[in-house]
């Protein structure tokens, strides 16, 4: 059974090599900000001290950002619960919504953030044009061969 722990500067070196693994590079944008894995706030699943799931956000101006999610794991409630941590966190802080970004290639997490009740806010046409000059490791293609070309926006509000 796995822990979730928030990120530890013990685990720090760890996370940023997950990120980097699962996203290209230690560096994440959304909506025209770039994000630094070494620096984010966040929670692992880590069961037998390896880790089977990361998720980092970010709080600004009453707003939560979910920066990433990863799960290795699928369907043992790994990203729910790392969702509900961040969620509990923000209401801490006393932030109106929990947002993020997607993209338009990524189907399964559409379906995803809907099922745990993210509404689709806002569709960033063409923002992924302006992601690549700040992250040129981003694809142009994504999953199933659908091109990479949109950034949508989900919130839930708290």
Same mark, same amino acid.
């Given at each position: 059974?796995?822990? $979730? ?5 013990? +685990?720090?070196?760890?996370? #940023?090599? &997950? ?5 290209? @590079?230690?560096? $994440?944008? @959304?909506? /025209?900000?770039?994000? &630094?894995?070494?620096?984010?706030? /966040?929670?692992?699943? #880590? ?5 089977? /799931? #990361? =998720? ?14 990863? @799960? ?6 790994? /990203? @729910?619960? +790392?969702?509900?941590? #961040? ?13 993020? =970004? ?7 997490? =559409? ?16 923002? =992924? ?13 994504? &999953? ?9 926006? &989900?919130?839930?509000?708290?």
């Amino acid at each position: 059974m796995y822990t $979730i722990i928030p990120i530890c500067d013990e +685990l720090r070196k760890d996370v #940023v090599d &997950f990120i980097s693994d699962n996203w290209g @590079s230690p560096i $994440i944008v @959304s909506k /025209g900000k770039v994000h &630094f894995a070494d620096i984010l706030e /966040g929670y692992v699943a #880590v069961e037998n001290g390896e880790i089977d /799931g #990361v =998720i980092t956000y970010s709080i600004e101006n009453g707003e939560c950002e979910i920066v990433s999610l990863d @799960s290795l794991v699928e369907n043992q409630g790994i /990203g @729910s619960n +790392l969702i509900n941590k #961040v969620i509990e966190k923000a209401k801490e802080n006393k932030c109106r919504r929990v947002w993020l =970004i997607t993209t338009n290639d990524n189907t399964k997490a =559409i379906r995803y953030y809907q099922k745990r009740g993210f509404y689709m806010k806002e569709i960033h046409i063409n923002a =992924i044009q302006r992601s690549r000059k700040l992250k040129p490791q981003i694809p142009l293609y994504g &999953f199933d061969n659908i091109p990479i070309l949109h950034e949508i926006e &989900f919130e839930k509000i708290i």
